[in-house]
Structures are given as structure tokens and as C-alpha cells.
């Protein structure tokens, strides 16, 4: 016996590094565009309700997969389990009441918040109105006044401007207080106990949004415990339009355009403050959402204490609340990863089976919260199941079933494949996958979500990053954005399964190779992505 194992890995390192190996090429055809078909055409059809995390159709995917994996004779790693249980929470925001001189204005309707403050009440039977709420050398609307647990009113909108000339700057240039978010965190930072936000633009915000606002969902998060957070008593802010600013500044005799106009036309503050029975209470009710990752493992040989990871995203959007089609199948967005980690699954089991098995172990990983924030996977790489400094690598797939909207018509769109960050933590994975593409698949690979200046930040926006911020080497499989992205028409009926099977073949070859390689990839590359997404 142990002379036949020394046989089987000298014939394992014989095998030229670049040339083709006839048994990777045996149980890739394990990997097949019906098979595919059957699969997806379970996970994304209607009876799975768009999977979305914490709802059941998730968890009927979680079990259909687990049930293959088991079927696949993959071992359950997680004592005894093909589960791993990702604490999840659901923060509901309410707000219970909203008054102004005795008229109850609506959530979503009148006003709405900028995310999901801390539960608070508000009493107060005056707001202050500190116009733009900008403090600068030449212009300051809060030189000398306290705000210190006030209710205030600012406009959120432009800087003071007369004749095209900037009180602020002095120029025809505005000040970078009137982008983004510096002149919100200045108010803040002067501890008010709230912030009115008005802006003639939140009129139309509500218009277009307030259903969504009153009606959207809690969102979830990881349960963890919280260390302590210095922006947790910042002041909430309300967006609210010009006709709610009118309703605080009625019993001043002005209204918002009057006053913006005198600031306008004087470049000088009017900070005052306004008579007004204020009082609102609000807040964030907490639950815990049942989610899991799913698992199943297949043990290497001589290496089996290096793990290879195989991953994509199981869950989806869920139920639409609108039109006729309420069901997000979410057929390619990832449907169409988790079939292509199911089908390498089968072909790496096969292979065992046969004798073949991978020297290192591989992990095959299903994850559920990807659309909720990359749940799924940032709690696995915080509670791995196997050391990450002994993982020596993840495939991710999410996408690859369709032809994205800048390869229709194009001569190669059935035969391409868009790869991020092969080269970003390490030279040897990069080699490693433009050879197995080069020897087996002959895709056209594109490499234009790989650029760090890219607009799309698709290296942030699937489940590799979690391991690639841990310094773990990973390539990211993707077909690109079609016009049914996120939308109920994202169907079965138009997956491209031939398609869908040779790029989860690339994916096969290429972790072929990592699993029964001598040596585990480098990490010799300094990654030239921005640290945080």
C-alpha cells in the first residue's frame, strides 16, 4: 500500500506544471450543461421565493444543497453538520411619532431619516436655525452659538452665493462644504440632540422612495458584540422638505426661501432661534435571523492540511412587492455559482472515488448574505471551520450563466469569462490561472473589473473579498451586469447552461491544479486595490 501511494504521488509530481493531465480532463466531464439545468432549475425556481437570507426560501436552498453535498459522499465538517450557523440580527427602524405645533407629519411621507439612529425621544419647544451650518474663516453660521442639545435646522444644500461669488471661498468656486458629508459630521460634532436636513431635493426623494421607506425591511447585520462607538450618540438626522422647514419657522414670520435669499444676498448669517413645539420619538426594534452557511468537505491525501476553497453565494433578493412577477429567482445572480460549486463538487468527489482524489482538502462553500452586506462570508473568515493560514486559496463564483450587456453581439460572448484579483495577493495564482485556461478552456478572459481605478469596485462586491482581506489569494469568476440584474426577469429559461458549465470547468481545472501542486501559492504581491470598500 505505501509503496503504491509513493507511486501515485511521484506520477502526481512527474506530470509537466503546464501540460495537459488527462485525469483532470477525465472528471471535468463530470461537469455538464444538463446537470446544470437540474439543478438551478430547483434552486431557482418559484417555490424557493427569490432565497432570500432569513426567509424560507433560503432555507429550503441551504437544505437542497446540503442534501447534495451529502449525496456527493462530502463530509459534513461542522461536528457532524453540513451547517454552520451565521448570527444574524434584523434592526427595525420605527418611528413612533412626529409632531410640529401639534400636526403629526408621516414617515416616508414628510420626512425621512439618513440610516437607522439609536432609539431616542425628543421634547423641545424651540429649534435653532443655523442656516447653512457651515463654519469657515470667512463665513460662520455658528460662531458663538451653543447647540449643545438643541434641535436644529440647517439647509442642505449649496453655500451662501451672490452673484456667482462665494461667501465661503470669495471665488466662483464653492467650498467643499457643500459636498458630501463634512458639513453633517461639523453639526455633529457640536452634539445637537437632532438635525433637520431641509432641501428643496427631498420633495422629490420622497416622492420617488416613500413607499420604499415606510415599507422596506429591516436590515441585517452580523450579531457581535459592540465595542464601544463614539459616533453611536451622534445626533440623527432628518431630511426633511421645504414645506416641513416652513411648518418650524411659521411662528418667526420667515420661511426657508427668505431666509436662504437674506443669507444669499447679505453673506451673513441669520442664525436664530425659532419658537416651535417640537417632538418626535424613534428607534431600532432587534431580532434574530436564522441563517447558514453550508459545507461540505473532501479530505485530501498528502497535503490534507491545506484547504482549497470553492465558493458562491446562495442567497438572493427574495419577493418584490410590485408587478405581476414577485418572485426574484435570482437564476444567474447566483444561481448560477452555487450550480457551478455544486458540479465541481461532483467532479473533484468522482475523482476521489476513482482514486484520484486532491492531495490538498477542499473546502466547498455555499453562503448565504451576500446581498445583505457579504454576511455569509465575513462570518465564516471570523469563525473559520479551518485555519485560514492554512487555506491556501478561494474561487469564487458569482454570475457566470449569461452574456453581460458588453458582450452582447461581440464574436467571443459564448466563449469569455471576466476574472478579479488573480494577481492581487499573489504571482503564482495568476500563472497558475491563465495556464489552465490556456491548456483546457481557451476562454477569452477579461481583466477590466481587475483595475483598481475601476468605477464598478467589483473586487469589494462578492464573497472573496472576506478571504482576500485576510491576505488569502482568491480569483473572482463573473459574467457582468445584464439587464435583468436584480429584477424578477432574471429567469432559468435564460441561462446560457453550455456557457455556464465551461466556465465552471476553468474554475474546475484551475483549482485541479492548486489542489495537487507541490507547493501552495505565494503570497508575494502587494495588493494595489484601495484597503477598504
Known sequence: MKKQFLWILALWISIPAFAQDPRAQKFAKQITAKDAKKHLSILASDEYEGRETGKPGAEKAANYIAAQFKKLGLTAPVNGSYFQNVSLVENLFEVKSFNINGTALTFGKDFYFSGTPDTKAINASEVVFIGYGIDSENYSDLKNTDINGKVVLF????????????????????????????????????????????SPDVAEILEKNGEYFKSAGGRLSLKKEKAPDAKANAAAVVNIPVSVADMILKNSGLNYETLKSSIDNSSEPKTQTVKTNFST???????????????????GTDLKDEVLVFSAHYDHIGLTKSGTDKVNNGADDDGSGTTGVIE?????????????????????????????????????SENPVFPLNKTIADLNIDMIGRIGTAYKGKADSANYCYLIGSDKLSSDLHKISENANSIYTKMTIDYKFND??????????????NFAKHGIPIIFYFNGVHEDYH????????????LLAKRAQLVYYTGWDLANRESRPAVDVKNDMPATR
Request: charged share 30%.
Open 344 to 380: 465541481i463538487a461532483r467532479a473533484f468527489a468522482k475523482a476521489k472515488k476513482a482514486g484520484k482524489g486532491p492531495r490538498r482538502s477542499i473546502l466547498f462553500l455555499a453562503v448565504t448574505g451576500e446581498e445583505k452586506g457579504l454576511l455569509g462570508s465575513e462570518w465564516y
Open 281 to 299: 420619538a424613534f428607534g431600532q426594534l432587534s431580532k434574530d435571523v436564522k441563517a447558514m452557511n453550508v459545507m461540505g468537505f473532501l479530505p
Open 155 to 198: 439647509i442642505n444644500k449649496g453655500e451662501p452665493v451672490k452673484n456667482g461669488i462665494s461667501a465661503v471661498t470669495k471665488s466662483a468656486d464653492n467650498s467643499d462644504w457643500s459636498k458630501g458629508r463634512k458639513r453633517l459630521q461639523y453639526i455633529q460634532s457640536k452634539n445637537p440632540s437632532l438635525i433637520l436636513a431641509a
Open 452 to 465: 483598481p481605478k475601476d468605477p464598478e469596485r467589483i473586487y469589494y462586491r462578492s464573497d472573496h473579498y
Open 487 to 498: 429584477k424578477p426577469s432574471d429567469e432559468v429559461h435564460k441561462i446560457n447552461f453550455p
